[in-house]
């Protein structure tokens, strides 16, 4: 630490800060090449040390496991020794050809539009009214994102006992005289799914909330100030300023709940097992994977269905990214973002 | 998607009363209705574990008559709990730490650095957005069995670094370069280096970007259930998730004792949470902007 403090002279760093990719190929006096090009090895070795352990971090377990499932994807393999069995393309012929399969994308289709469905205007008008100034503001906020931080296991493990056919659920629904709304829930195939669809809700929705909610602090206050001065209602105010201003906020957590939707596991895996979920009609891609690959041994089948969850996903995180948030990202992904 | 959301979003909300700003009766009323249907279910567990297998079984959905604390006694004696919570914590802060250290410093390279592959290297953390843990987790599965390390927890702490970092460099390179070049410039002046400002300006000035990505990951890391899953086989080694669902199937007829524990499990992240709230919702702000 001491050393690199001392090394250059406060000119020559000083250089190096300024110093854009134009500026560096400026012709300078011979005298002070030498020291141009220290400072240029210099902010080398910088980069790679300070970079590097990221990087290789990443890429071995990001990028090799992402790079390997689809190289496996053309073998038949247990997973013991190197895989020797080429069978091209016939792991992905059975998934397309497999009606299970097809039941997965129905129901993981049925996740993500009424995800958003559900949760995207609720949790909207809830943040207008949180973004108030009411009374208990802080604390309203922890306690609507307690679902959130609470883990899926707990979640899974809570909600299954409770909608059991003899759970707190439908004790509750006999108390207040409901009694003929009592349903398995759980096991009934045409009501599991949107069970599901409640959980996943319940659970999700205080994310939106304070996401929006930090959309809006972002927003200045003067612009509502002033359209109040001019007459506007409050609803008014919040649909022609707030909620255009909002806009970005609301695309990017689309974007974030519909790949989640699309990688549902956790949740279905937990309370419906790996058996039950295809029976009770909850089944999805990741949890077909988990089941007809590692469960079953079949680890380049298993592969394969990554694989296409993947491209799935990137197919629609692409389109998503072309047409919806390509004016809010244009930024951020390429170039330094206003701020 | 986005137009109809906004517009039945506008249309439950238009002409319901003047501009006010302030809470009326109203916005309380929905406001404590969201929080009932919210921790409803969390007080179900909560109270669960304080009534008997008898009182769950006679009245599900009833209140704890009398109270019975013996359920949390025997979760709290047993050792089979502190070790999970222990390889729980244990994993959460390596990975808290881990992703941050390394995010921090590749996010410094990434906000204040010149260079040829910038962005590429921008947009490979960035494309790691794209790469959810589900999608790779059997060859990871593959991957960690040839490194030897199954059943350990540094097979479960690593990817999980890895698969952090794309929102740890998202919400960090922002707030990295909102920093001024003036203070970069003033440091060199006064003789730091470029590693001397990144230690004694950047690593204090980044602080709430820094607890955001913290936080996250701590929780994340916390809450993670598939990679566990995949990776700890072996009871001894188990996380929190894991155990609940262990002990949720061993003792699935003791209902009062499955919620017990599952309710104590749920309690670090929560105050973990609930301490550092205010830096996540100012930390989103900053990222949601950039």
Redesign the interface.
């Known amino acids: 630490?001491n050393t690199?403090?001392?090394?250059?002279s406060?000119a020559s760093?000083?250089e190096?800060?300024?110093?854009?990719?134009g500026a560096r190929r400026a012709p300078l006096p011979a005298g002070r090449r030498g020291a141009r090009k220290a400072a240029d090895w210099?902010?080398?070795f910088?980069?790679a040390v300070?970079?590097g352990?990221?990087?290789v971090?990443?890429v071995?377990?990001?990028?090799?496991?992402?790079g390997?499932?689809a190289f496996?994807g053309f073998y038949k393999w247990q997973?013991y020794g190197p895989p020797t069995d080429f069978v091209g393309l016939d792991n992905y012929k059975i998934i397309f050809s497999d009606s299970a399969f097809h039941e997965v994308l129905s129901h993981n289709g049925f996740i993500v539009v009424l995800s958003?469905?559900v949760q995207?205007?609720v949790a909207?008008?809830?943040a207008?009214?949180?973004n108030?100034?009411?009374?208990g503001r802080?604390l309203?906020?922890?306690?609507?994102?307690?679902?959130y931080?609470?883990?899926?296991?707990?979640?899974g493990?809570?909600?299954s006992?409770?909608l059991?056919t003899?759970?707190?659920?439908?004790?509750?629904l006999a108390?207040i005289g409901l009694g003929a709304l009592k349903s398995d829930w759980l096991s009934d195939p045409k009501i599991a799914i949107w069970s599901l669809l409640v959980i996943i809700s319940?659970k999700y929705i205080?994310f939106a909330v304070?996401?929006f909610?930090?959309?809006l602090?972002?927003i200045p206050e003067e612009l509502?100030e002033a359209a109040?001065i001019d007459g506007?209602?409050?609803?008014?105010?919040?649909?022609s300023i707030t909620?255009p201003l909002l806009?970005?906020?609301?695309?990017?957590w689309?974007f974030l709940s519909v790949?989640g939707s699309l990688?549902l596991?956790?949740l279905v895996?937990?309370i419906w097992g790996q058996y039950i979920a295809s029976t009770a009609g909850t089944s999805t891609m990741?949890t077909y994977?988990?089941a007809n690959?590692?469960n079953s041994g079949n680890?380049g089948f298993?592969?394969a269905v990554?694989v296409v969850?993947?491209v799935i996903?990137?197919a629609i995180?692409l389109i998503y990214q072309r047409f919806?948030l390509s004016r809010d990202t244009a930024g951020?992904?390429?170039e330094?973002?206003k701020? | 998607?986005?137009a109809?959301?906004?517009r039945?979003?506008?249309q439950?909300?238009?002409?319901?009363?003047?501009?006010?700003?302030?809470?009326t009766p109203a916005?309380?009323f929905?406001?404590l209705l969201?929080?009932s249907?919210?921790?409803a279910?969390?007080l179900?567990?909560v109270l669960?574990g304080f009534r008997t297998n008898a009182q769950i079984?006679t009245?599900?959905?009833?209140l704890p008559g009398p109270w019975e604390i013996g359920n949390y006694v025997d979760v709290l004696s047993s050792s089979i709990f502190w070790r999970q919570l222990g390889n729980s914590a244990i994993a959460g802060f390596a990975t808290t730490i881990?992703v941050v250290v390394?995010?921090l410093?590749?996010s410094?390279?990434?906000a204040r650095?010149?260079?040829?592959g910038r962005?590429a290297?921008?947009?490979?953390?960035?494309a790691?957005l794209?790469?959810?843990i589900?999608?790779?987790?059997?060859?990871?599965?593959?991957?960690i069995k040839d490194l030897g390390l199954t059943n350990s927890l540094a097979g479960v702490i690593?990817?999980q670094?890895?698969?952090a970092?794309p929102t740890t460099?998202?919400i960090l390179v922002?707030f990295l370069?909102?920093i001024p070049?003036e203070l970069?410039?003033a440091a060199?002046?006064d003789?730091?280096?470029?590693?001397?400002f990144?230690?004694r300006m950047i690593v204090p000035l980044s602080l709430p970007g820094v607890v955001t990505t913290g936080i996250l990951a701590f929780?994340g890391s916390?809450?993670s259930?598939?990679l566990p899953l995949?990776i700890l086989n072996d009871e001894g080694s188990y996380t929190?998730?894991?155990g609940?669902?262990a002990f949720?199937s061993q003792y699935s007829v003791d209902?009062a004792k499955?919620?017990a524990f599952?309710s104590l499990?749920?309690i670090p992240?929560?105050i973990f949470?609930?301490i550092f709230?205010?830096r996540?919702?100012g930390g989103?702000?900053g990222a949601?902007?950039?």
Request: hydrophobic share 50%; aromatic share 12%.
């Open positions: 630490m690199t403090v001392k090394t250059p406060p760093s000083a190096a800060t300024t110093a854009g990719s210099r902010q080398r910088e980069i300070l970079s352990p990221a990087i971090v990443f071995a377990f990001v990028i090799v496991p992402v390997m499932a496996y997973g958003l469905i995207g205007p909207i008008v809830l207008l009214l949180l108030q100034k009411i009374r802080g309203i906020r922890v306690l609507i994102f307690v679902p931080v609470i883990s899926e296991v707990i979640v493990t809570g909600w006992l409770m059991q003899n759970g707190a659920v439908n004790d509750l108390d319940w205080g304070i996401l909610l930090a959309g602090q972002s509502s109040a506007a209602t409050y609803w008014q105010i919040q649909r909620l806009g970005p906020t609301i695309r990017i689309a790949i990688q596991f956790d895996y937990i990741a994977m988990v690959g590692r680890y298993g592969n990554a969850m993947f996903s990137l995180a919806v951020a992904l390429t330094r973002p701020k | 998607m986005t109809l959301t906004y039945a979003g506008a439950r909300s238009r002409g319901r009363r003047k501009a006010s700003g302030r809470g916005t309380y929905i406001a969201f929080i249907v919210s921790l279910p969390v179900y567990i669960g079984t009245n599900p959905a009833g881990g390394l995010g410093m590749v410094f390279v990434l650095y010149r260079f040829r962005g290297m921008y947009a490979l953390f960035a790691g794209m790469f959810p589900t999608v790779a987790i059997t060859p990871l599965y593959l991957l690593l990817p670094i890895a698969f970092l460099v998202i922002p370069r909102a070049d970069e410039e060199s002046i003789g730091a280096s470029r590693l001397g990144f230690f929780i916390w809450n259930y598939i995949f929190l998730p894991l609940v669902q949720a209902t499955v919620l599952t499990s749920m992240a929560l949470f609930t709230q205010r996540i919702v989103l702000t949601v902007k950039g």
